[in-house]
């Protein structure tokens, strides 16, 4: 039996895996990450980056993998526009929350908590970009892995149990450091990935929201005043 945690299943991805294969193993780790079916492409297709099936502790399917953000759906993200009934259909991800990731499919990106990456294919491209420190560095990677048409693929035959409240990083920084290091890693990657014109025009646009709020409350009040004239 082999036993592995979430982060041995990310450093295994970077250093021993020139192809895949698939077993049927089930492990658990000291901390309680659970690992079932180390697996990949058992018909020797070359698949640079796969994710596995990502559950919470209470055995939830994790939402582990997205899209790649237009500036639109950035603007709905961050605003939380994305939300709003008339909106939702237009926000990133909107057809992989319809999908029960019960089936095999190329995908944009996956969360780094548990993949699998070659270590040719990670090699070659020069590896995580180190100046993304938390958060992101993977989205930047599957970018890096589309622009040099290669493939990512979600996997559902191995699952991860996923501990995600018990990480180093929240202990470390705390909830608000943690969100900090989300925003400084957002920030830098569109900012290497659309240029700075697009990021302060989304800036602009998402500072610009909080005028049209005040707008509609000053417009409601108005109205209401002169309903009581």
């Known amino acids: 039996m082999?036993?592995?945690s979430a982060l041995a299943v990310l450093l295994l991805s970077c250093l021993a895996v020139?192809?895949?294969?698939?077993?049927?193993?089930?492990?658990?780790?000291?901390?309680?990450?659970t690992v079932q079916g180390v697996v990949a492409d058992p018909t020797g297709a070359i698949v640079p980056n796969a994710?596995?099936?990502?559950?919470?502790e209470d055995g939830s399917i994790a939402e582990s993998c997205g899209e790649f953000?237009?500036?639109?759906?950035?603007?709905?993200?961050?605003?939380?526009?994305?939300?709003?009934p008339w909106f939702r259909r237009q926000s990133n991800g909107y057809a992989l929350r319809q999908w029960d990731y019960s089936t095999e499919r190329d995908v944009d990106l996956v969360v780094g908590a548990a993949m699998f990456i070659r270590t040719d294919v990670f090699r070659q491209l020069g590896g995580f970009d180190e100046r993304f420190f938390l958060y992101h560095e993977e989205i930047d990677f599957a970018?890096?892995?589309?622009?040099a048409g290669k493939?990512?693929?979600?996997?559902?035959?191995?699952?991860?149990?996923?501990?995600?409240?018990?990480?180093?990083?929240?202990k470390t920084w705390g909830r608000s450091g943690v969100l900090g290091w989300r925003q400084r890693s957002r920030r830098l990657y569109w900012i290497k990935r659309h240029g700075r014109l697009w990021y302060y025009s989304l800036?602009?646009?998402?500072?610009?929201?909080y005028l049209l709020y005040v707008a509609i409350i000053a417009g409601v009040f108005l109205w209401i005043r002169s309903l009581l004239r």
């Open 69 to 84: 953000d237009t500036w639109w759906q950035s603007f709905l993200r961050s605003s939380a526009w994305g939300e709003l």
């Open 51 to 56: 994710e596995v099936n990502l559950v919470d």
């Open 151 to 170: 493939r990512v693929v979600y996997l559902p035959q191995c699952v991860v149990t996923h501990l995600s409240e018990q990480g180093g990083s929240r």
């Open 143 to 147: 970018h890096r892995l589309r622009d």
């Open 203 to 209: 800036s602009a646009a998402l500072a610009g929201r």
């Open 18 to 33: 020139p192809s895949f294969a698939t077993t049927d193993s089930s492990s658990k780790s000291a901390n309680g990450n």
């Open 2 to 4: 082999l036993r592995f």
